[in-house]
């Protein structure tokens, strides 16, 4: 059963292009929505993240909306450039369990020059 | 250290052997998680380790996967009797502790099973 539904599975945008990836979840109990970038052979690094109270959170390029109602939330990359190019994934957590974190199965994103 | 690392970063066996993975996490941090990357997919997570105990092994897929953190700092995970299903990136992550929010990631070492 997959927690987090995370599409398109791959993104060709154009230098300067706006990237919209989205991410769905079902369970309520999530409370906290990283987002993770990674390149090939690196581990994911963290981008940014956000909370459900907020319903969006914008750092340098990269804007997460969040929509509780809907239980969809999306990473919008702003000035898209070629060193964008790397696999995104979103996630999930519920806080006062494992901490453990529940990932979408990636967006590989490509940048044109 | 500067980051979480990861040792060996690559390791071949054959299939019926037993391999050891090591991750050393970021000084100070009392959180370790162990996640398993498939090909083409979001990282599953494995354990959790709260200092020395593990507080969630739910993701352990069978009991030929186990895991150990005797001091609270450098955590080991074991598979014995590897099988070519093994085969994947496992990725360490750690925290300062459970209630902070970033998991820092190291690079992985990547399994292949023959």
């Known amino acids: 059963q997959q927690q987090v539904k995370q599409s398109p599975q791959s993104l060709i945008v154009q230098k300067g292009g706006i990237s919209i990836i989205n991410c769905a979840y079902e369970?309520?109990?999530?409370?906290?929505f990283p987002w993770y970038q990674q390149f090939p052979g690196k581990g994911p690094a963290l981008l940014i993240a956000?909370?459900?109270?907020?319903s969006e959170k914008k750092e340098g390029r990269f804007t997460i909306s969040f929509n509780k109602s809907a239980k969809q939330f999306s990473l919008h990359i702003m000035d898209s450039q070629p060193g964008d190019s790397a696999t995104y994934f979103c996630?999930?957590?519920?806080?006062?369990?494992?901490?453990?974190?529940?990932f979408g199965k990636g967006t590989k994103l490509t940048v044109n020059p | 250290g500067a980051g979480v690392s990861q040792t060996p970063s690559n390791k071949v066996t054959e299939k019926g052997k037993y391999v050891e993975l090591r991750c050393d996490p970021i000084s100070g941090h009392t959180a370790l998680y162990w996640y398993r990357q498939s090909l083409g997919q979001g990282p599953e997570f494995l354990i959790y380790f709260q200092g020395t105990g593990a507080a969630d092994d739910s993701g352990l897929p069978n009991d030929r996967f186990f895991a150990v953190r005797p001091e609270g700092s450098v955590s080991t995970l074991k598979i014995q009797r590897t099988e070519r299903g093994d085969s994947a990136v496992y990725l360490c992550?750690?925290?300062?502790?459970?209630?902070?929010?970033?998991?820092?990631f190291g690079p992985g070492t990547r399994l292949t099973v023959l």
């Open positions: 956000i909370r459900p109270d907020v």
């Open positions: 992550a750690s925290s300062l502790d459970r209630s902070t929010d970033t998991q820092y």
């Open positions: 369970n309520t109990a999530f409370d906290y």
């Open positions: 996630a999930a957590r519920t806080q006062g369990g494992s901490e453990k974190l529940v």
